[in-house]
């Protein structure tokens, strides 16, 4: 009798425990001896037969070969998951990676997406999910492997390459056209990605001739082209009305492939859509607000807005950079048309800061050389345009507003790179680790010593310095978890910590792991740094899911909900037990308001924890102030403000939902720290800088934006009855104003409240 026949048998007659037992002294076995990658022992092939062996042998145990392999995954048994992938039978092949991801926290992929082994592993689990009939959750799973990959990608590297990129054309077969531009992609055995064009005529097209130039022309096009995963290249959506490329990598085209062959290609349904923003202008909230526009006029769907704003949200808004792209992007004809030069300086300097933005996602994550390189480069391009536009040219009173306007818009941009900098020197981002894009060399990820482990930040605050076994420090943005010096041992550590919990009847397999740990534990000589970092990771990994155990029996005790209605709501936030615990608290244990509130997040794509730390701001709320701010120092505008408005519209302490009309779809707050004092010093700076223009109100321009000293751009309005009765941020460091979604902003006020945008 062959292992897997065994253990199928052993399954079937003592049970799942025994048979987890069994296999886990494989793997030890296995670790020890050293291997890593598919087929290179026994022990390897016999793990990848048991997997696959359990799906055919139970049919529909997706959810027991997904924990399996999660463990696998936090072992860092990278290449054994990886095998069991590509074994597992087809029709059950994405349902078992989709399991798995909502398994797996940011920090497992994060940390998977360090080490080629782990990136062979992610494409593999890529390529399941986006093949054949993609479910949304598919797709934010997919999406959430390539966001983990992208970090990888350094960005000194990204700007290097930009000029050599690689442009797929992309247009669907209609019934009266023509001219089309269609592939196929596939990730290969040997984890190369090969793209081959199915449309046989797509070099007989004027409008994809300079795109497959940059392919290597109609030859290269014809054989295939083979690429690494992570290689950079861009596509060109001729189908979405796209006429600037998107950069992904290379393994992100093979979703594009399938959508092509679905005949569903579209913004909102491709995994890395959000870089597809750049064609709303990635950078500025005048971006936003011509979405709203585009919407309104039923140009642009609600979908292409949700990914706009994803550029906005937290890490962006955090250097608060803003750029007219939109309005240049509009102008882009007539500005090369008047001044080819000093404009292609313009325009490659507006393009390059929204490529960088779109493919990273996220203005926040930028290194401080990278804010460093498109300041340098925003600066060239104000003063090539200022030198071309200088010269004596006829232009029309309304060409020379347009021409001020673009001086402006890339003066701020130079600015707020500046501010950026400043801030980034301050909180630097994470440096990425690992593979290169653009096809260059991997880079060689240096084993860190002593071991540590890297936690979710899904559960950080829920550690304790105990003197047991973790305790948590801060190291820029990243949260590391270091063996305590006076803890005699891992699991002794975890012992003392988790004491009350591992007696729990519940808890009993838990005790399991731990007693295989502490085996292994003592075991491993400190003289092997590897299998002790991996040794380490699994402890971690312990730690996690008993911080769960723990918050879940907690939720338990203080809302009187038995397991089952606990663990549905630990299902809905997508499995972050003190996310529901945080809610719980808020919204004073009423269980079915929560409910509701994880269901709409969970269908609409709104991260259950975002809106949980947008509630907890509003925990101080009260009501505002009634009477109007009378100033002198008003006039000639106005004698009073209405100040109660401002603060009820947008300031969390003060927030009524029904103060702003027509729940626009993004919005801004001022940040909890700013006072009402603050606010009414800040209108008064902005009356004054208007009285510097001067300004002034006209029956078609009531309201106007200013820029203040500190950095925030604030928008003010006239009434014709002599008083201000507008007056919020547009834009602003992130430390003053936040840009959130409007729905997500009255969720969340409705936990705490029982008000909601439902």
């Known amino acids: 009798m062959n292992r897997a026949a065994y253990v199928l048998g052993l399954q079937g007659s003592a049970g799942n425990r025994a048979t987890t037992l069994l296999v886990s002294r494989h793997a030890v076995q296995r670790d020890r001896a050293g291997a890593g990658r598919p087929g290179s022992d026994d022990a390897n ?159 007989q097209y004027q409008m994809f001739a300079d795109d497959l130039k940059t392919l290597g022309g109609w030859s290269a096009v014809r054989e295939g082209l083979v690429l690494e995963p992570e290689h950079i290249v861009a596509v060109r959506l001729h189908d979405e009305g796209l006429t600037t490329p998107v950069d992904i990598p290379a393994l992100a085209l093979i979703d594009y492939g399938q959508q092509i062959q679905d005949k569903t290609l579209s913004t909102a349904a491709t995994a890395f859509f959000l870089g597809l923003t750049v064609g709303l202008g990635a950078l500025g909230g005048g971006a936003i607000r011509g979405a709203q526009t585009q919407i309104a006029k039923g140009k642009a769907s609600k979908a292409a807005l949700w990914g706009a704003r994803g550029l906005v949200w937290a890490e962006r808004a955090a250097f608060g950079i803003q750029a007219g792209a939109l309005f240049i992007n509009d102008r882009r004809d007539w500005i090369l048309k ?195 970092e991996m040794l380490a990771r699994e402890f971690g990994a312990l730690v996690d899911d008993l911080d769960a155990f723990r918050i879940r029996a907690r939720i338990m005790e203080r809302s009187h909900l038995d397991p089952q209605q606990v663990d549905a709501l630990i299902r809905l936030s997508g499995g972050q037990p003190d996310v529901v615990e945080g809610l719980l608290h808020l919204a004073r244990y009423d269980h079915r308001r929560v409910r509701a509130l994880l269901t709409w997040s969970s269908a609409n794509g709104s991260p259950a924890r975002r809106i949980w730390e947008l509630a907890k701001k509003f925990e101080k709320r009260t009501a505002a102030p009634k009477t109007p701010f009378s100033s002198t120092r008003l006039g000639p505008y106005a004698t009073e403000a209405n100040i109660s408005h401002f603060l009820e519209a947008h300031h969390y302490r003060y927030f009524e939902p029904d103060a702003i009309a027509g729940r626009p779809p993004i919005t801004t707050m001022w940040s909890p720290k700013v006072t009402v004092q603050d606010l009414e010093n800040h209108l008064l700076e902005a009356v004054d800088k208007l009285k510097a223009r001067p300004w002034h109100p006209r029956p078609n321009e009531m309201s106007t934006t200013v820029k203040l000293d500190n950095g925030v751009v604030v928008q003010l309005g006239v009434h014709h009855n002599g008083y201000i009765g507008q007056f919020y941020p547009v834009s602003g460091p992130a430390d003053l104003v936040e840009q959130v979604a409007w729905d997500e902003l009255v969720e969340a006020f409705g936990v705490l409240f029982g008000q909601a945008a439902r």
């Not at 092939?45 to 997997?51: D, E, K, N, P, Q």
């Not at 995954?73 to 078992?96: K, S």
């Not at 300086?345 to 990278?370: H, K, P």
């Not at 006829?394 to 021409?403: F, G, M, S």
């Open 45 to 203: 092939r016999f793990l990848v037969h048991y997997f696959v062996g359990q799906g055919h042998q139970r049919r529909r145990d997706i959810d027991g070969i997904a924990a399996g392999l999660k463990e696998r995954v936090r072992g860092q048994q990278y290449g054994l998951v990886r095998a069991v992938v590509q074994e597992v039978e087809a029709r059950i092949e994405d349902n078992v990676v989709s399991t798995l991801m909502n398994l797996l926290l940011d920090v497992d992929l994060g940390r998977a997406a360090e080490s080629g082994d782990g990136r062979a592993m992610l494409d593999v689990m890529y390529d399941a999910l986006v093949t054949g009939d993609v479910s949304s959750a598919e797709r934010k799973s997919s999406t959430r492997i390539l966001d983990a990959k992208r970090k990888q990608v350094p960005q000194d590297t990204f700007l290097s390459g930009m000029d050599r990129r690689m442009i797929f054309p992309i247009r669907n077969i209609g019934m009266t056209r023509t001219a089309s531009a269609t592939f196929r992609a596939e990730l290969l055995p040997n984890g190369k990605v090969k793209v081959r064009y199915t449309s046989i005529k797509v070099d």
């Open 338 to 532: 008047n001044w080819p030069d000093g404009g292609r300086t313009l325009l490659d300097a507006v393009d390059t800061a929204n490529r960088i933005a779109g493919f990273y996602g996220a203005w926040g994550r930028l290194s401080i050389e990278s804010i460093i390189a498109l300041r340098t480069k925003a600066l060239a391009a104000s003063q090539a345009w200022k030198s071309s536009t200088a010269q004596p040219r006829a232009l029309k009173p309304q060409e020379r507003q347009t021409v001020k306007a673009i001086d402006d818009e890339i003066d701020l941009l130079a600015a707020e790179l500046l501010h950026a900098q400043q801030l980034a020197a301050r909180h630097p981002a994470p440096a990425p680790r690992g593979r290169a894009g653009f096809g260059d060399s991997p880079r060689v990820v240096e084993a860190r010593r002593p071991p540590r482990i890297d936690t979710a930040d899904a559960y950080e605050h829920i550690k304790r310095d105990s003197g047991g076994f973790v305790k948590l420090k801060r190291d820029g943005h990243a949260i590391v978890c270091q063996r305590c010096a006076e803890t005699p041992s891992w699991s002794a550590g975890i012992e003392k910590d988790y004491r009350k919990e591992l007696r729990d009847h519940a808890a009993a397999p838990y005790r399991t792991r731990l007693a295989d740990l502490k085996l292994r534990e003592t075991a491993t000589p400190a003289s092997e740094a590897a299998a002790r």
